[in-house]
């Protein structure tokens, strides 16, 4: 079975702190990608990485970044963390290339509040 | 990706099976119906996919109108575990760009399941 894991279930910081948010892969996919989920807005994309150092804008960028320097693992970083990005972190992988429909893998989330 | 509608909410009796609905009328010949659920607090879990071909695997089973524009979830026999947010979704199997494995979750059906 795939297993995506995501360092942290549960994580209280502080508006202006540096947030690093860990998700590891275990079945060498190309793929990697960092949604955030929040009530009425569905998922939405941050970032994405089909290769290692290789990084895509998703459709809310602004105030993140990531890190690919492993192909298995891929962070999400909040530069200075504010309030407005307290929300569930996803973190999902998914085979590269023409992958015959092969599905996304998600973790279990991060609920990431900052106060 | 095609839009896909599915009832906000449906009721099954534990040992019963759920039988979930998908409408996805502007599907392309190219896109893949994917299942997915998701526990309170928890990240998305993948169920099932198809193209073409009803398709079963130890979670589910998934029927595809011949026409291809709607399925069903069936959950043989649901259990209390079993309620959820369920959520079909449709995307094609293209390589490159943003649009590349970006997921987009609707509303889905919130399934419950009762003694």
């Known amino acids: 079975d795939v297993k995506v894991t995501q360092s942290s279930r549960y994580l209280v910081k502080r508006t202006g702190e540096k947030v690093f948010l860990e998700c590891v892969q275990d079945?060498?996919?190309?793929?990697m990608f960092w949604y955030r989920q929040d009530p009425g807005l569905g998922l939405r994309l941050i970032y994405f990485?089909?290769?290692?150092?290789?990084?895509e804008k998703g459709d809310i960028p602004e105030g993140y970044s990531v890190s690919r320097e492993k192909k298995e693992r891929f962070s999400l970083i909040l530069e200075s963390a504010s309030t407005n990005q307290t929300s569930m972190y996803l973190c999902?992988?998914?085979?590269?290339?023409?992958?015959?429909?092969?599905?996304?893998?998600f973790g279990d989330g991060t609920r990431l509040s900052i106060l | 990706d095609a839009k896909t509608t599915q009832p906000p909410s449906m009721d099954c009796a534990e040992g019963r099976a759920a039988n979930l609905p998908c409408n996805h009328s502007?599907?392309?010949?190219?896109?893949?119906v994917y299942w997915y659920r998701q526990i309170h607090s928890q990240g998305p879990q993948y169920i099932i996919h198809?193209?073409?071909n009803n398709e079963t695997n130890e979670m589910a089973s998934l029927i595809i109108t011949e026409d291809r524009k709607s399925s069903t979830l069936i959950l043989p026999h649901a259990t209390l575990r079993d309620t959820a947010v369920y959520y079909c979704?449709?995307?094609?199997?293209?390589?490159?760009?943003?649009?590349?494995?970006?997921?987009?979750f609707g509303q889905g059906t919130i399934l419950t399941v009762h003694p």
């Open positions: 999902a992988s998914i085979l590269g290339g023409r992958n015959s429909g092969q599905p996304q893998h």
């Open positions: 079945m060498d996919h190309e793929n």
């Open positions: 990485s089909y290769d290692v150092k290789m990084k």
């Open positions: 502007t599907i392309s010949g190219n896109e893949y």
């Open positions: 198809g193209l073409k």
């Open positions: 979704i449709v995307r094609a199997n293209n390589a490159g760009g943003t649009s590349y494995g970006k997921l987009t």
